[in-house]
């Protein structure tokens, strides 16, 4: 142990020792690099002097050691900037400090992009890495940041609800999952989300992000990329930086105020029939029936509005030269077109940076907080007032709530009495932020740590109250519901790495990371409910004697752990390499199969560069690009490995004499569930043409992931439940992108007119490729429950088809395409054989008849953005098109059939039924699966800049959203969300927004 102890005093005074006795003849040299325009910090620069040299890291800071005495030149260098040179007096022993600020190249810019741990530009990314900054982002009334990018990258496509900041769906290249998380992992200033946002009270998690606070988002799409995040990148990576403070010399303080005020307007209805056509058919249908109500009531307009908008934020920033800050404070409120579907959010945020110790040392702290406050519509209120009777009254002075309402208790209920009575609120409160730390360490050139120590806090609030007088209480036995919700989630994270990053010879750079990462996740759902209320004049503020009460907490806690690596070596900014690996550590797996190796590999060649295109006046830049990596997917619920255990209420017990005694039920566990693993290729171009004035890539993408996880039956007697989540089978997407960004009119001088335009194009297959039928119980698996039928799904997993492929039956149709609803066979009654093809010809209209036939994804998704200026005004639209996605209409299945006028309480029809002529429901009938193929302008923005006078630099603009919309699906909108079930949604609407800045 001491010749131990010894060897390792000698190699730690050869490590610190050598610098110091060379510092006795030398001296060394600390500093950053700015970007002159923007002031952002330059990674990657070569900074010199003679033979030392050393790389600037992602915040641009430098260090040269052993620099010679006396006066010296210190060269930056890098493409896209012109070579940089400062003067320095170099002191023996003394560090000089200095800032060195490079001038981009008007043909070609280094930009700065954000990866995993890490910075490079653009010229050097081997992956497929695509950053959208605030410039870019989409206009208008944006409360999520992911509506920022819709329709800005190619591969990424965004589904939201329609509520005021209602949940949204991002999907990178697709889903590689069926009943794990497709969301992509969201990193938010270095610290790692929980897939999916986090917890919520209903809406979207990441509405506690400003959009207006948001500098940049970077979306990592191939594994080269997101493997760097091992277990965690199988559906991408989203980078969100946030705006921080400007350093620099003569950076002083500044203020600037962003707001609006908006209003939004139903775009489209529900076809259902108007009171006069509802009594028309209904005449014709039954004479008989006294149900049909003498008034004439549009539902649908008396539960929706116009929703008032109003947002308000300002900034305050600044710094010097060594230190910069900025405080934001934001305010949103927004109202929905449906009654009672609201939110409300305030937001709060600091940033402050200060370097230390010559530079060498740079301490960044983040944080912000949020507010924010959501109202829900009743669930059940869209459904209602597409169902009720058109002919029905709103009000009735008899009854005790004073609303009208059918007897039976199979009709569908007031949508009015409904919003006046129900009350849903969610109240969340959330913080994240950090300390991060980045020293230059002065033992070895080029070696620096990187440490960041992070949280994510949310508290939720939830709050429902029904009284006993509200006629679905009543129809469902509750008699009066009130209950509450207080969830915690604590998130603590901490990485640290080691980067190394020095010029190899003189045409070749190595950069070499290697890191440790823990992150430590903790939820507590306490909760009360109650229902059978004795009376409801307590409101939701309190609780009088019930029938039931019930009060539950739920814990769930989870860990992950990793080590990663990554290295990049270019040789002559020509042939770039990238290598990475991540071993993690997860607790949601057995001992067995707990960790998880991803690595991953990638390649680029700048064909630009070589000479037999070094004359091309045609292309300015070529780059060749291969990867291949392996990510996992670890998104789904906690302690699937283990058999918990519920404990029976009072109504679910054992009796034993006289004794009732509580059940403890158990649920089924699978010990050696393990890890989805997705493998993926990426082949690419990316090219510049005449002069880099068109910018492009194209993109080939395979990605096959194994071991899939799903919920599925499993035979009597085998396990402790009727279901297992285990994993199943495997599947495959593979598909194409195109990116191409250019000038098409460029201003000569100032104020003359130009116009820059972005578009890209996205294809993709989507295969399940097996399903291992010992572990599910079958080669095919029902999925995607419809309203109408009991039990019944439109959807399957079927080796061979598409993930989610609609399973119907074909209907024969007639000579102009309409479905046949007819005694074809002359037997005196119409049934299933009449109306189907029998597919295996055996004379009967069975399950075996059904066939996948679409799917919901789109084959083809098309995007372009245009920029417009000229003098002071700009104007700015967002273009979407999708084609081959298709939509279940569960709307028109569910209504569009004449026996909804039999019994007591007879409900309205789609209009579809003026076609079919349906008797009797067709919910598995291939007429209902319809293209819902569309073309979408977003947004449309017109602004005006003040140049002059005491406004100037302020501006005026404009902006409507979702403005136009060309489909031919029949339904309430083309896009119903990720599942492709058209089942009530929640109205689409148009936005007009009126907005002003200025700063000083």
Not at 218 to 231: F, M
Not at 358 to 375: I, K, P, V, Y
Request: proline share 4%.
């Amino acid at each position: 142990m001491t010749r131990v102890r010894r060897c390792f005093q000698l190699c730690l005074m050869l490590l610190l020792g050598t610098p110091l006795a060379a510092q006795a003849q030398t001296g060394s040299v600390v500093g950053r690099v700015f970007d002159t325009q923007t002031m952002r910090p330059l990674s990657g620069v070569v900074l010199s002097v003679g033979d030392v040299s050393a790389l600037s890291n992602e915040s641009g800071r430098f260090t040269l050691i052993n620099v010679p005495v006396g006066a010296q030149v210190v060269e930056a260098q890098i493409i896209g900037y012109t070579t940089a040179r400062v003067n320095v007096e170099v002191s023996a022993g003394e560090a000089v400090a200095i800032d060195i600020r490079m001038v981009s190249e008007a043909l070609q810019l280094a930009t700065i992009v954000v990866t995993g741990y890490g910075e490079t530009t653009e010229d050097d990314l081997t992956g497929v890495v695509e950053a959208v900054s605030a410039e870019e982002f989409n206009p208008g009334r944006v409360v999520s940041a992911e509506e920022l990018i819709q329709g800005k990258v190619s591969g990424v496509q965004i589904y939201d609800t329609g509520e005021p900041g209602g949940g949204m769906s991002i999907r990178i290249r697709g889903g590689t999952s069926i009943a794990s998380s497709n969301e992509p992992l969201i990193v938010v200033d270095g610290i790692p989300l929980a897939v999916g946002g986090g917890i919520s009270t209903g809406r979207n998690p990441l509405n506690f992000i400003n959009p207006n606070d948001i500098e940049s988002v970077t979306v990592l799409k191939d594994a080269s990329a997101a493997a760097i995040y091992g277990s965690r990148g199988a559906n991408g990576v989203i980078l969100i930086e946030t705006k921080k403070g400007t350093a620099g010399e003569g950076a002083g303080a500044s203020f600037q105020y962003v707001g609006n005020v908006s209003n939004m307007a139903i775009d489209n209805q529900v076809d259902i029939l108007a009171a006069d056509q509802y009594r028309q058919v209904f005449a014709g249908y039954d004479q008989t029936n006294t149900t049909l109500g003498g008034a004439t009531t549009d539902w649908q307009d008396l539960i929706q509005r116009n929703g008032l908008g109003q947002e308000h934020n300002i900034a305050v920033t600044g710094g010097g030269r060594t230190s910069s800050y900025r405080v934001s404070l934001g305010y949103l409120e927004q109202e929905g077109v449906i009654r009672n579907a609201e939110t409300e959010r305030l937001t709060a945020s600091v940033s402050l940076s200060q370097l230390l110790l010559n530079d060498r040392l740079n301490l960044e702290f983040n944080a912000r907080g949020s507010r924010t406050t959501d109202l829900f519509q009743p669930s059940a209120v869209i459904g209602d007032a597409a169902a009720m009777a058109p002919t029905q009254p709103v009000f009735d002075a008899d009854s005790e709530a004073g609303f009208w309402e059918w007897e039976d208790v199979l009709g569908p209920n007031n949508p009015e009495g409904a919003l006046q009575l129900e009350e849903n609120e969610g109240t969340v409160y959330r913080s994240i932020g950090g300390l991060r730390v980045e020293a230059e360490l002065p033992w070895v050139a080029g070696l620096s740590l990187t440490s960041n120590l992070g949280y994510d806090v949310t508290r939720t609030e939830n709050l429902f109250f029904a009284p006993s007088i509200m006629r679905q209480q009543a129809e469902s036995g509750q008699n009066g519901t009130v209950s509450r919700s207080n969830g915690t989630s604590v998130k603590t994270t901490f990485d640290t790495y080691l980067d190394y990053g020095l010029p190899v010879g003189e045409s070749s750079d190595l950069d070499i990371t290697v890191g440790y990462s823990w992150e430590d996740f903790r939820s507590d759902f306490p909760s009360f409910f109650a229902e059978g209320l004795s009376f409801d004049l307590l409101g939701p503020n309190g609780v009088p004697t019930a029938e039931l009460q019930q009060t539950r907490i739920d814990v769930q806690e989870n860990r992950l752990i990793s080590f990663f690596s990554r290295v990049n070596y270019s040789i002559s900014d020509k042939y770039l390499f990238t290598g990475s690996i991540r071993r993690d550590g997860s607790s949601r797996f057995g001992p067995d199969e707990q960790w998880g190796i991803f690595p991953s590999a990638a390649a680029a060649w700048r064909l630009s560069d070589e000479d037999f295109l070094a004359d091309s006046e045609v292309i300015s830049d070529l780059k060749f690009r291969v990867s291949w990596g392996v990510t996992g997917n670890q998104a789904f619920a906690n302690y699937q490995q283990f058999s918990d255990y519920t404990l029976g209420d009072p109504q679910a017990q054992a009796q034993f004499g006289q004794t009732f005694v509580p059940t403890i039920r158990p649920a089924a566990a699978d010990p050696g569930i393990k890890w989805e693993e997705t493998t993926s290729i990426n082949v690419g171009f990316d090219f510049g043409l005449f002069e880099d004035r068109f910018t492009g890539s194209v993109e080939y993408f395979q990605q096959d992931t194994d071991d899939l996880l799903f919920t599925v039956p499993v035979p009597a007697g085998t396990n402790l439940s009727n279901f297992v989540t285990t994993n199943i089978g495997s599947l495959t997407n593979n598909g194409i992108e195109f990116e191409l960004e250019g000038a098409i009119v460029q201003a000569d001088n100032p104020g003359d007119f130009s116009w820059n335009a972005l578009f890209n194009l996205f294809t993709l297959n989507n295969e399940l490729q097996s399903i291992n039928a010992s572990a599910a119980g079958s080669e095919e698996i029902l999925v995607g429950g419809i309203a109408g039928g009991v039990g019944s799904n439109i959807q399957v997993l079927r080796p061979g088809s598409p993930v989610n492929s609609f399973f119907v039956y074909e209907h024969i149709r007639d000579s102009n395409g309409n479905p046949i609803y007819a005694d074809t066979d002359g037997n005196g009654t119409i049934n299933e054989l009449d109306l189907y093809v029998d597919q295996n010809d055996d004379g009967a209209i069975d399950q075996s008849d059904r066939r996948a036939f679409e799917d919901p994804f789109a084959d083809l998704s098309l995007a372009l953005t245009s920029f417009f200026e000229w003098k002071n005004f700009d104007a700015s639209f967002t273009m979407r098109a999708q084609f081959g996605n298709h939509v279940y209409n569960n709307v028109a299945s569910n209504l569009g059939h004449l026996s909804r006028l039999q019994g007591n309480a007879p409900t309205n029809l789609h209009s579809s039924v003026l076609e079919t002529n349906f008797d009797n429901p067709q919910y598995f009938s291939d007429y209902y699966i319809q293209d819902a193929s569309f073309l979408r302008v977003d947004n449309f923005t017109v602004g005006y800049t003040f140049s002059d006078g005491r406004f100037s630099g302020a501006r005026l603009f404009g902006t409507i959203q979702n403005a136009l919309t060309i489909t031919g699906y029949e339904g309430l909108d083309p896009l119903v969300g990720i599942g492709g079930i058209d089942n009530n949604i929640f109205p689409r609407a148009r936005t007009f927004t009126a907005g002003l800045s200025f700063g000083f």
